[in-house]
């Protein structure tokens, strides 16, 4: 399958390296980030379905960010490794699934913490009210929103690229295919394409971040009202899990898609993208277990009642 006025039926990723004696090594160890991430993220799953304790809307939404992590880091990290042993080729109808993937679970990602976000704002400023404002109906609800806007934002970028023309060159500077090292592939104007990544992109970052930049300002509002030292604490370590996974995806991807690929090379994009791409997904579960008492007191109960059943 060929792109539409295109003689190109398939890309080479070249991954992250073109030095042999780095390719074990760096296989070796993006092997265990991805088994890291998987035994993380299912097993989170699995303890937040499992137990009933945890089934309230701050663990629904963990619940499918878990999911989206393990999902996007599936669609990106296999293909990955194999160019670390073998030449990695894909299909243009593969590097379009690929993209549609990876764009659909990544922008997903970004308006599931902008609702966790909201989770929090509701249970911190409004404690008395937080089960009627998040009742299973209202988490579905943005549930659905949240995927509605990964599945558009998907179509849009998947529909920019399936829209260029590439001619000869197929070697993607890229361990996956993303949309910048495929515009520099076209053998058209990208100007516009550009354009759309950028305003696409602006608004699938920027909602997110207006949305929880209000919800914790609010929330800082709250805080400061309360006398105790105790309660200052509690809602402090209530949010400071979700304030490290934000900062981390959104500061990784900003600076990747905010940014024309004249001002930043696709050699360091990749490093960028390698972060929000592999090593965030691996540490969302790591940070939520480690900082979070419910998770940590779930799961030694679980862990006991195997051990001793």
């Known amino acids: 399958m060929a792109a539409k006025n295109s003689s190109v039926t398939e890309f080479i990723l070249t991954g992250l390296t073109d030095q042999p004696g780095l390719q074990i090594p760096l296989f070796l160890l993006f092997l265990g980030f991805y088994m890291v991430t998987?035994?993380?993220?299912?097993?989170?799953?699995?303890?937040?379905?499992?137990?009933?304790r945890l089934h309230t809307p701050?663990?629904?939404?963990l619940f499918n960010l878990s999911l989206v992590d393990f999902c996007y880091s599936t669609t990106i990290t296999p293909k990955m490794l194999k160019s670390f042993v073998s030449k990695n080729i894909i299909l243009y109808a593969e590097c379009m699934t690929q993209l549609f993937f990876f764009c659909f679970f990544v922008i997903?990602?970004?308006?599931?913490?902008?609702?966790?976000a909201y989770d929090r704002y509701v249970a911190i400023c409004k404690p008395l009210v937080y089960t009627l404002t998040m009742s299973p109906q209202v988490c579905l609800f943005l549930l659905l929103g949240v995927y509605v806007m990964g599945f558009s934002g998907a179509m849009v970028h998947m529909g920019s690229i399936a829209s260029l023309t590439f001619c000869a060159d197929n070697l993607v500077n890229h361990f996956m295919c993303d949309i910048f090292p495929l515009l520099e592939l076209s053998c058209n104007s990208t100007y516009v394409h550009e354009l759309v990544v950028f305003v696409r992109v602006a608004m699938d970052i920027g909602i997110p971040i207006v949305t929880i930049f209000i919800s914790y300002a609010l929330i800082l509002s709250s805080i400061l009202h309360i006398h105790s030292t105790e309660g200052r604490s509690k809602a402090?370590?209530?949010?400071?899990?979700?304030?490290?996974?934000?900062?981390?995806?959104?500061?990784?991807?900003?600076?990747?898609?905010?940014?024309?690929?004249?001002?930043?090379?696709?050699?360091?994009?990749?490093?960028?993208?390698?972060?929000?791409?592999?090593?965030?997904?691996?540490?969302?579960?790591?940070?939520?277990s480690l900082r979070n008492k419910d998770v940590k007191v779930t799961l030694r109960k679980t862990l006991e009642r195997k051990i001793f059943s």
């Open 236 to 288: 402090f370590s209530t949010c400071s899990s979700h304030i490290i996974v934000v900062s981390l995806f959104f500061g990784s991807g900003a600076f990747v898609y905010l940014k024309p690929p004249s001002i930043l090379p696709l050699n360091q994009g990749k490093v960028f993208s390698l972060f929000y791409t592999i090593v965030v997904p691996m540490l969302n579960p790591l940070i939520y």
């Open 38 to 52: 998987l035994l993380g993220n299912l097993g989170l799953i699995t303890l937040i379905g499992l137990n009933s």
């Open 108 to 116: 997903s990602e970004s308006f599931l913490l902008s609702a966790m």
């Open 58 to 61: 701050m663990y629904f939404f």
